[in-house]
T-cell receptor, first 111, second 114 residues
Framework: QKEVEQNSGPLSVPEGAIASLNCTYS??????FFWYRQYSGKSPELIMS????GDKEDGRFTAQLNKASQYVSLLIRDSQPSDSATYLC???????????FGQGTRLTINP | DVKVTQSSRYLVKRTGEKVFLECVQD?????MFWYRQDPGLGLRLIYF???????EKGDIPEGYSVSREKKERFSLILESASTNQTSMYLC?????????????FGQGTRLTVV
């Protein structure tokens, strides 16, 4: 079982709609969770971090964490063509300093 | 702003060469990471370091070694480059575990081994 799993997509969403990206992780003691966005040919850049159960909102982005279900998600409201990118979920395990990534979900926003 | 700088954007090396990829960060971060990224496989961790002279194997360490003699610098070494090591290599750094442990990435080095 992979430590961090994402649906690789591609996920296609119309402009203005909500894009929903999902991630599951295998280690129950994971404590820190991140969403990165990566444009083609560029390095990943941090969008959101979340450390406790519940929702965390930042502008059009909302991260959701459910530790009981070992599930973290990212919602993008009012999707824009500029949101088209690969989104990477990353996890740090408690007591460890190893940062592990999922394989990424490619998102396309259609005008 | 955090700055993570990788020494080269593009490299072309011959099979069997010893290759050094350098990474420097300017935010006094304890943790540094080396990943490779290949289509469909995401970011795979090669090695990471949580302190000077300390290193831990990641998920795919075979064929690689690392060096961290100073806190700000983390080097990835391909002892004898092979064509299957052609890839995008990404360096990242972060603070030690606690809050605000997000990692920041360098611009990447696209290595081609011929």
């Amino acid at each position: 079982q992979k430590e961090v799993e994402q649906n690789s997509g591609p996920l296609s969403v119309p402009e203005g709609a909500i894009a929903s990206l999902n991630c599951t992780y295998s280690d129950r003691v994971s404590q820190s969770f991140f969403w990165y966005r990566q444009y083609s040919g560029k390095s990943p850049e941090l969008i959101m971090s979340i450390y406790s159960n519940g929702d965390k909102e930042d502008g059009r982005f909302t991260a959701q964490l459910n530790k009981a279900s070992q599930y973290v998600s990212l919602l993008i409201r009012d999707s824009q063509p500029s949101d088209s990118a690969t989104y990477l979920c990353a996890v740090i395990q408690r007591g460890a300093q190893k940062l592990v990534f999922g394989q990424g979900t490619r998102l396309t926003i259609n005008p | 702003d955090v700055k993570v700088t990788q020494s080269s954007r593009y490299l072309v090396k011959r099979t069997g060469e010893k290759v050094f990829l350098e990474c420097v960060q300017d935010m006094d971060h304890e943790n540094m990471f080396w990943y490779r990224q290949d289509p469909g496989l995401g970011l795979r961790l090669i090695y990471f370091s949580y302190d000077v002279k300390m290193k831990e194997k990641g998920d795919i360490p075979e064929g690689y070694s690392v060096s961290r003699e100073k806190k700000e610098r983390f080097s990835l070494i391909l002892e004898s480059a092979s064509t299957n090591q052609t890839s995008m290599y990404l360096c990242a750094s972060s603070q030690k575990p606690g809050q605000n442990t997000e990692a920041f990435f360098g611009q990447g080095t696209r290595l081609t081994v011929v």
